[in-house]
């Protein structure tokens, strides 16, 4: 059957099953829906709530074939971005529903295709760019964006791989570093003007099958390292920037199609003391690390929205809760057997809340959990987030 369904409850599977898929999960299981938690590692977090559990080599296609054939599951929703893609396309040549496509899926997965897409085929606003196969096509390249430069490679997740380039001496470097953080086959880097943003946002947008886009009230965040480390909601932008936000959003998830909810990255810059401007950075097809913060911020979270969307299940309204707001918890080595302390000081702080993901190991910088918290206004609940968050201490094996 294709999506929206009639009746509940029905089988769905997940490729990735990390933190976010774990709420994923418990998401569909309160609609009474059977999860199959799949990923490359035993005990992954969604895997410890799934009602059942398949480990493979995600990018291997004929074992993803294979599991998903198996199973036969109403619903395949990739989690992650490491998967064999092409296999996707072959499932759903066969009658199985990929979310939001399987198009989709691919086109995410290499920053190379979905900027194509978004700047030369959508007109989309983004940051200038080049792209080079080797370190001496990175300095030609990079040289007329002006320094500094954003070097990223083309296929990596969580910031792997990219570095800022002062200048020619740091080439080396960044090529190395985007070649050893990269996934997949093949030596392709993107080269990016550095742009000196106001605020960095995710527009939580929600595609349904049936009915209007939605979008949920803007995201601000910080990254470090290509990374998030915190976020809260509402953030404060004027009225028209997010209107063109939400329009280049609509544009992008227009094209790519299916139903769920879309991640959209921008930029905010202020060029010359002038008006804002809204630059595309990138898109995810899933929910996204930094809307771990909608768990506090909204009525209905990400997750929540991504299965009724997903399941055809009406949406009457997104709301804020009011200010909320995000810290990661992060270690800074590698270890095993993870032992958490400080918890009760955390939870002591007023409208917060601590999410420990039940990850087997710790690696240096790896997010282990993250606390959320409310208050009376963005600071107050920032400012909580982060207390709490400081409070847990992470030990083990090392």
Same mark, same amino acid.
């Given at each position: 059957?294709?999506?929206?369904?009639?009746? *509940?409850?029905?089988?769905?599977?997940?490729?990735?099953?990390?933190?976010?898929?774990?709420e994923?999960?418990?998401?569909?299981?309160?609609?009474?829906?059977?999860?199959?938690?799949?990923?490359?590692?035993a005990?992954?977090?969604?895997?410890?709530?799934?009602?059942?559990?398949?480990?493979?080599?995600?990018?291997?296609?004929?074992?993803?074939?294979?599991?998903?054939?198996?199973?036969?599951?109403?619903?395949?929703?990739?989690?992650?971005?490491? *998967?064999?893609?092409?296999?996707?396309?072959?499932?759903?040549?066969?009658?199985? %529903?990929?979310?939001?496509?399987?198009?989709?899926?691919?086109?995410?997965?290499?920053?190379?295709?979905?900027?194509?897409?978004?700047?030369?085929?959508?007109?989309?606003?983004?940051?200038?760019?080049?792209?080079a196969?080797?370190?001496?096509?990175?300095?030609?390249?990079?040289?007329?964006?002006?320094?500094?430069?954003?070097?990223?490679?083309?296929?990596?997740?969580?910031?792997?791989?990219q570095?800022?380039?002062?200048?020619?001496?740091?080439?080396?470097?960044?090529?190395?570093?985007?070649?050893?953080g990269?996934?997949?086959?093949?030596?392709?880097?993107?080269?990016e003007?550095?742009?000196?943003?106001?605020?960095?946002?995710?527009l939580?947008?929600?595609?349904?099958?049936?009915?209007?886009?939605?979008?949920?009230?803007?995201?601000?965040?910080?990254?470090?390292?290509?990374?998030?480390?915190?976020?809260?909601?509402?953030?404060?932008?004027?009225?028209?920037? *997010?209107a063109?936000?939400?329009?280049?959003?609509?544009?992008?998830?227009?094209?790519?199609?299916?139903?769920?909810?879309?991640?959209?990255e921008?930029?905010?810059?202020?060029?010359?003391?002038?008006?804002?401007?809204?630059?595309?950075?990138?898109?995810?097809?899933?929910p996204?690390?930094?809307?771990?913060? %909608?768990?506090?911020?909204?009525?209905?979270?990400?997750?929540?929205?991504?299965?009724?969307?997903?399941?055809?299940?009406?949406?009457?309204?997104?709301r804020?809760?009011?200010?909320?707001a995000?810290?990661?918890?992060?270690?800074?080595?590698?270890?095993?057997?993870?032992q958490?302390t400080?918890?009760a000081?955390?939870?002591?702080?007023?409208?917060?809340?601590?999410?420990?993901?039940?990850?087997p190991?710790?690696?240096?910088?790896?997010?282990?959990?993250?606390?959320?918290?409310?208050?009376?206004?963005?600071?107050?609940?920032?400012?909580?987030?982060?207390?709490?968050?400081?409070?847990v201490?992470?030990?083990?094996?090392?």
């Amino acid at each position: 059957m294709t999506p929206p369904f009639t009746s *509940l409850p029905r089988t769905l599977m997940l490729l990735g099953s990390g933190e976010l898929g774990k709420e994923v999960a418990i998401a569909a299981q309160r609609l009474g829906c059977r999860v199959i938690a799949v990923d490359r590692y035993a005990g992954a977090p969604a895997m410890q709530v799934a009602d059942a559990a398949e480990v493979i080599a995600m990018a291997d296609a004929n074992a993803l074939k294979a599991v998903v054939r198996r199973h036969q599951p109403d619903l395949v929703i990739p989690e992650i971005e490491a *998967l064999a893609v092409d296999a996707l396309a072959e499932l759903e040549a066969e009658g199985i %529903t990929v979310i939001p496509t399987a198009r989709a899926t691919a086109v995410t997965m290499n920053r190379d295709r979905i900027r194509d897409l978004a700047a030369s085929d959508l007109g989309l606003r983004t940051a200038r760019f080049a792209y080079a196969s080797s370190a001496a096509e990175l300095a030609a390249a990079a040289e007329p964006l002006g320094w500094p430069v954003v070097v990223k490679p083309v296929m990596s997740s969580s910031g792997k791989g990219q570095s800022v380039v002062q200048g020619q001496g740091g080439i080396a470097d960044a090529w190395e570093a985007a070649m050893a953080g990269a996934r997949g086959a093949g030596a392709r880097v993107i080269v990016e003007e550095f742009l000196q943003f106001e605020l960095e946002i995710t527009l939580l947008t929600v595609k349904q099958w049936n009915g209007p886009t939605l979008f949920c009230p803007p995201i601000g965040h910080i990254q470090e390292r290509g990374d998030y480390q915190s976020s809260w909601q509402p953030a404060a932008l004027p009225a028209a920037a *997010l209107a063109t936000a939400q329009s280049m959003a609509q544009t992008v998830t227009d094209n790519l199609g299916g139903a769920g909810l879309f991640g959209v990255e921008f930029f905010l810059c202020r060029r010359g003391g002038g008006e804002l401007e809204v630059v595309f950075s990138e898109l995810s097809p899933r929910p996204h690390d930094t809307g771990l913060v %909608t768990l506090m911020g909204q009525n209905l979270s990400e997750f929540e929205l991504h299965l009724r969307a997903v399941l055809g299940l009406p949406i009457p309204a997104i709301r804020s809760l009011g200010a909320a707001a995000s810290r990661v918890i992060l270690t800074n080595g590698s270890a095993t057997d993870l032992q958490y302390t400080g918890l009760a000081e955390a939870l002591a702080v007023p409208d917060s809340q601590v999410l420990l993901f039940g990850k087997p190991d710790a690696r240096p910088n790896r997010r282990l959990g993250v606390a959320l918290a409310r208050g009376s206004s963005e600071a107050e609940a920032r400012t909580r987030a982060d207390q709490a968050a400081a409070c847990v201490r992470v030990s083990g094996q090392g």
